[in-house]
């Protein structure tokens, strides 16, 4: 079975704090995925990675940032966590387009409040 | 910008009602299409997909789906729902090819009455 963990279910962060949220999945999975679900607008993509240091923007990168040093591991990071950054972050990941089994897999979500 | 769109926002039944939840995303291309579930507490699992071929598809628990090209939909349904099926439930699209995107509906919250 897949497993995607993610470092922290629950984290309470002051405003302004450099927040980091680490995703680790066993699958050899070439993309991985960060999201934040909020009530009344489901899943909303932060950033992606289809590679080891490669990068791409999704909907809502504005206050993120994030880091794919290792294939089996994608960081998120608040650069200086703010009030509205307040959500659930779910990790993601799925392998390469072309097999048949490329749905995605998600972590259990960390619940962040900055306060 | 493709789009998904659950028109169901908050679902309440009893034990045994049939279930059905829409789905619309708005590509026109060829798309690989997913049912997730949220159950309280749990991680998003998938119920079921679609590839290509038979446009009924099977999943797990009972839920099935139909994929119709001409509508632009993907409904989930169930015959006879249980207590144990309240959750959230959500639509996904990706683009089959050219894309790592997965776009998600905003998601129907499902309550089922004992």
């Known amino acids: 079975d897949v497993k995607v963990t993610q470092s922290s279910r629950y984290l309470v962060k002051r405003t302004g704090e450099k927040v980091f949220l680490e995703c680790v999945q066993d699958?050899?999975?070439?993309?991985m995925f960060w999201y934040r679900q909020d009530p009344g607008l489901g899943l909303r993509l932060i950033y992606f990675s289809y590679d080891v240091k490669m990068k791409e923007k999704g909907d809502i990168p504005e206050g993120y940032s994030v880091s794919r040093e290792k294939k089996e591991r994608f960081s998120l990071i608040l650069e200086s966590a703010s009030t509205n950054q307040t959500s659930m972050y779910l990790c993601?990941?799925?392998?390469?387009?072309?097999?048949?089994?490329?749905?995605?897999?998600f972590g259990p979500g960390t619940r962040l409040t900055v306060t | 910008a493709q789009s998904v769109s659950q028109h169901n926002h908050h679902v309440i039944l009893s034990e045994a009602a049939s279930l059905e939840l829409g789905c619309n995303y708005s590509y026109g291309g060829t798309v690989n299409l997913f049912w997730y579930v949220q159950y309280p507490g749990q991680h998003l699992q998938l119920l079921l997909k679609y590839f290509s071929g038979d446009p009924l598809v099977k999943g797990i628990k009972g839920f099935e789906a139909e994929f119709i090209k001409s509508k632009f939909s993907f409904n989930l349904r169930k015959p006879s729902v249980q207590w144990s099926d309240t959750a959230e439930y959500f639509c996904?699209?990706?683009?089959?090819?050219?894309?790592?995107?997965?776009?998600f509906g905003t998601g129907t919250r499902l309550k089922v009455l004992a």
């Open positions: 699958m050899d999975h070439e993309n």
């Open positions: 993601a990941s799925s392998p390469t387009p072309g097999t048949r089994s490329i749905e995605q897999y």
């Open positions: 996904a699209v990706k683009r089959s090819s050219g894309t790592y995107k997965y776009i």
